[in-house]
């Protein structure tokens, strides 16, 4: 059996020019140093995210019902209408009885882009139940939401809702 000539390569000559090649290359010394880093950058920043978003977060979906939570949450349950603090961007504006019972209260919430609502107790948890953009007034609200009947509830009444936990 025969073989062709063979082949003579200079590996000097090939690592010299490699060597010259690699000086034009952008190189990564460490891969695993390079995914490291994205990895450790990236958690970090998803952390970061998610603590400011908590923060801010107005709204919770669970079990396909868009629930109150942070300061709406708090508003909700803590407010009595017109009893916001000046610096408070979450405003309850009226307190009402649904058609199957259950306490419904109007928002509003102000900011750049504005947003009114309403929102009715429901196992222990304020489900929204119509949301407008722009500062519509209670009234429009009231219309809105069908389920609404009767006039607002008395400050007293809230009050009373209030201390036992809005039943």
């Known amino acids: 059996m025969s073989h062709g000539p063979a ?19 952008r190189t990564v010394k460490s891969p695993r140093f390079a995914i490291a880093t994205c990895l450790a950058i990236g958690l970090s920043l998803g952390l970061v995210g998610t603590q400011i978003a908590s923060d801010s977060a107005l709204t919770l979906n669970r079990d396909g019902m868009l629930l109150a939570d942070g300061a709406l949450g ?3 349950n803590q407010q009595l209408t017109g009893g916001a603090a000046l610096a408070s ?5 009226g307190t009402y009885r649904s058609r199957i019972g ?13 947003v009114t609502g309403i929102a009715c107790r429901v196992r222990e948890q304020w489900q929204l139940q119509t949301l407008l953009n722009g500062a519509s007034p209670p009234s429009t609200l009231a219309e809105a939401n069908r389920n609404i009947v009767g006039a607002a509830l008395s400050s ?7 201390s036992h936990d809005w039943k």
């Open 74 to 76: 708090r508003a909700l």
């Open 7 to 25: 082949q003579i390569i200079d590996l000097a000559r090939v690592r010299a020019a490699r060597a010259q090649a690699g000086l034009h290359r």
């Open 102 to 114: 259950s306490i419904c209260r109007t928002f509003s919430i102000g900011g750049a882009q504005p």
């Open 156 to 162: 007293a009444t809230e009050l009373q809702l209030r």
């Open 89 to 93: 961007k979450v405003r309850i504006s």
